[in-house]
């Protein structure tokens, strides 16, 4: 069943605590990323990974980290999360250059 | 880097007319298409896509067609139903980046009965 999952699908912070977004793949994608999605932003890229530490920035990684200690788990860090972070947050995989599969997202409100 | 623009942000139609979403994107370069469909609350999915080395693509009612002259593509949906009404991100890669695909802003097409 190809399916890409995401934890926890609502946050609530404050201003400053840390935060932790995961992400699985059941495919066996060497390529997963994460993106945030703002009104009338589309989706913009904050990392790319392609297996296994080996992890790379995307258009926006400042304020994040991410970590992929396994292929099918894809960690996403905000330490000291600030408002203006407040978004739903993608997880996508990817086998090559190829369709991605989407997560259903985590809506994440930093207060 | 590359930047796609999507010109429609949102697109109403009368279900069994055909809906038309456009896209321009600036990366000569670029040779990968995906469009993506996002239903309310959820995340997106793949639709169907197009390579450069091809200038038009069909999948059932979906139409794919690429004008790299003019770095233009876009996504024709014919006889539409109600549950196209979705919002459609069109993308696109050129490699260079890894598998980076930059994506639209959006369309959101709303079909009536």
């Known amino acids: 069943d190809m399916k890409v999952t995401q934890m926890p699908r609502y946050l609530i912070k404050r201003m400053g605590e840390n935060v932790l977004l995961e992400c699985g793949q059941d495919?066996?994608?060497?390529?997963m990323y994460w993106y945030r999605q703002d009104p009338g932003l589309g989706l913009q890229l904050i990392y790319i990974s392609y297996d296994v530490d080996s992890n790379s920035e995307g258009d926006i990684p400042k304020g994040y980290r991410v970590s992929r200690k396994k292929r099918e788990h894809f960690s996403l860090i905000l330490d000291s999360a600030k408002t203006n972070q407040t978004s739903v947050y993608f997880c996508?995989?990817?086998?090559?250059?190829?369709?991605?599969?989407f997560g259903p997202g985590t809506r994440l409100t930093v207060l | 880097g590359e930047k796609v623009e999507q010109h429609e942000s949102t697109l109403s139609v009368r279900e069994g007319d055909s809906a038309v979403i456009n896209c321009t994107y600036t990366?000569?370069?670029?040779?990968?298409f995906p469009w993506y469909k996002q239903e309310a609350g959820k995340g997106l999915h793949f639709v169907i896509d197009?390579?450069?080395?091809?200038d038009r693509k069909q999948s059932q009612r979906l139409i794919v067609l690429l004008d790299k002259k003019a770095k233009r593509f876009s996504l024709h949906i014919t006889a539409t139903q109600p549950e196209d009404s979705a919002i459609y991100f069109c993308a696109a890669s050129s490699g260079t980046g890894g598998y980076k695909v930059v994506f639209g802003s959006g369309t959101r097409l709303l079909v009536s009965p």
């Open positions: 495919m066996s994608h060497e390529t």
């Open positions: 197009i390579r450069s080395n091809v």
């Open positions: 990366d000569t370069a670029s040779s990968y």
């Open positions: 996508a995989s990817s086998n090559t250059y190829a369709e991605q599969f």
